[in-house]
């Protein structure tokens, strides 16, 4: 099958795909329909966190398949509460709203920190700071707080209520900081802004500064979450305790879900009709979910997805290739920057069996299944070493 013309046939053209069609998956690895095997360090951009055909994994959803698909949130769903329990003990803040991606999540938060100020101080007090060069969706409105200005074309009117300052500039957003904002939204880890970790002093004279306002923070761990960057949340680097948090992609270990997590401050503020999901809190992806922080939070999974991601960084700097500039990030999402072109590389690596992501023009993104063992990272990146 020419999986490209059919594509093109029956497809919006929203996506630029690489030249192959994946169709399974055994451990850390993806097989094509040829029948090429391909080391994966890409995870479906951050989601197959415990990689493909794990057994704990597949036994929890196959059981609930069989128990129930779907039912509605105006019935009590025990799979929902006992990942929501999960979550939220490991998380420490307070309640949980389950959706179905990062961009419903962020959408949510957004309604949540805006109805927290409302309800304590009325009107004229909405409007959201986001940071340059962050990505919070595709909606309309988590596009409008994304603060790369690629985005904000073709779609108007956008929502109002969003403005943005330089990362780790804290003069910038001191002056931004007046009586109009409501919360400050940012993630621990610019991913599609190019790997970028925050600055830990910007971050803690941010959140001290907010509080100080009783302004919000709000963290989007869409793509640093679940045990992805050596922490549970990529914000534990830095801490601090935000007032929501959003998570999605890995939580579900490749199915769609989307979580708005509450703080003290913010656990109470939605009432009945403020929110709500047909499909969020889905048993089936819920019961992804359980299985999937079970996984991540037991002993040591976490110190060795840390450990792992020190091994990348280690290697791929010993290499002393002339054309990379510097490895940046934490525990196993990490960027590459390049004196050349990142997608020269991706396709190099591909057609030798490396699967990988670019978050720019000159940064090569790695976001491997953290279950990824050192022998496949020392491998891949043998390979990947010849395409740089």
């Known amino acids: 099958m020419d999986f490209k013309e059919k594509w093109n046939e029956f497809f919006m053209d929203t996506y630029g795909q ?15 329909s040829d029948g090429k095997k391909y080391i994966d360090f890409t995870s479906g951009i951050g989601v197959s966190s415990l990689g493909y055909g794990n057994e704990q994994l597949k036994k929890g959803l196959k059981d609930q398949i069989d128990l129930l698909l779907h039912t509605s949130n105006i019935f009590f769903n025990p799979v929902a509460i006992e990942a929501a329990e999960k979550l939220v003990n490991a998380s420490k803040l307070k309640k949980v709203f389950f959706a179905n991606s990062g961009a419903e999540a962020n959408e949510g938060a957004i309604k949540l920190a805006r109805k927290y100020s409302f309800d304590k101080y009325g009107e004229g007090r909405g409007k959201i700071i986001s940071l340059k060069q962050s990505f919070h969706g595709r909606t309309l409105a ?34 931004q900081l007046d009586g109009t904002v409501c919360a400050v939204m940012m993630e621990a880890i610019q991913g599609e802004g190019g790997v970028f970790p925050l600055d830990e002093n910007f971050v803690k004279e941010a959140v001290a500064l907010c509080k100080e306002k009783d302004v919000l923070v709000i963290f ?7 045990g992805r960057t050596g922490k549970f949340f990529g914000f534990e680097h830095f801490n601090v305790n935000p007032d929501i948090v959003t998570l999605a992609k890995g ?30 809190g889905n048993p089936v992806a819920l019961k992804g979910a359980s299985v999937v922080l079970d996984v991540v939070t037991s002993e040591g999974f976490i110190d060795e997805v840390a450990k792992k991601g020190e091994l990348i960084k280690n290697i791929i700097e010993g290499f002393n290739i002339p054309g990379v500039k510097e490895v940046r990030g934490k525990g196993l999402m990490l960027g590459i920057e390049l004196e050349g072109e990142s997608k020269d590389v991706q396709e190099k690596a591909l057609a030798k069996g490396i699967l990988t992501l670019t978050a720019g023009a000159k940064v090569l993104r790695l976001l491997p299944p953290l279950t990824i063992t050192e022998e496949e990272i020392k491998a891949g990146l043998e390979i990947l070493k010849e395409c740089f």
């Open 18 to 32: 690489l030249p192959i069609a994946l169709v399974k998956g055994e451990g850390n690895y993806l097989i094509d």
């Open 220 to 226: 989007d761990e869409v793509q640093c979450g679940v």
């Open 142 to 175: 988590a596009l409008k707080a994304t603060g790369q200005e690629k985005f904000h074309n073709y779609f108007f009117p956008f929502p109002e209520g969003f403005v943005y300052v330089e990362k780790n500039n804290i003069e910038a957003l001191k002056e």
């Open 251 to 280: 939580l579900g270990g490749g199915l769609p879900i989307g979580a708005i997590l509450a703080g003290e401050k913010t656990a109470g503020v939605f009432k009945k009709g403020d929110h709500g999901s047909t499909f969020g």
